[in-house]
């Protein structure tokens, strides 16, 4: 018997979208990262240990905490005096203290390009949990919109 449990982290980032007329202005969201892992119940009666897989979600949402998510499609110059990333996005220039940046191994940072990559990750840090089946990230923007990847 398998069973289903979830939890709910969050993290605050600026991003903007490439090829977007107003989301290609940089804002911010708190986003909302649920969680659901399915498997079978452990000697002890839990699928996992909820105090582990909060801290392992905690660790990865960490990196993009507080920071502005950027895509890996375009190009960055790094300035060698200011330290500074610079880059054209949307025909706009930026620049911005490189310790502030993360650029995300994805093309487009979307919802649903961040369940998947969340997907991803967290699947490669799970795979060591035989008894878990099942895995569901749901990243939310906003309250009344996000995206889900199941695999
Ligand atoms: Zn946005």
């Known amino acids: 018997m398998s069973i289903k449990i979830s939890i709910v982290k969050n993290f605050s980032s600026a991003h903007f979208l490439i090829g977007h007329e107003k989301c290609g202005r940089i804002h911010g969201h708190n986003w909302k990262v649920k969680v659901i892992v399915e498997g079978e119940l452990e000697e002890h009666g839990w699928v996992i240990d909820f ?12 990196r993009y905490d507080h920071k502005m998510l950027l895509p890996n499609s ?3 110059n790094e300035n060698s005096i200011t330290g500074n990333l610079n ?5 706009k220039k930026y620049s911005f203290p490189k310790e502030d940046c993360v650029i995300v ?15 991803n990750e967290l699947k490669e840090i799970l795979k060591n949990f035989t008894n878990i089946c099942g895995l569901e990230v749901i990243v ?11 695999g």
């Open 105 to 119: 191994p994805i093309a487009n940072v979307t919802c649903e390009n961040l369940s998947i990559l969340i997907y």
């Open 74 to 76: 375009i190009s960055y």
């Open 140 to 150: 939310n923007e906003r309250d009344e919109q996000g995206a889900s990847f199941s």
């Open 51 to 62: 105090t582990v897989l909060k801290k392992v979600v905690d660790e990865l949402l960490n």
């Open 87 to 91: 880059f054209i996005a949307n025909s």
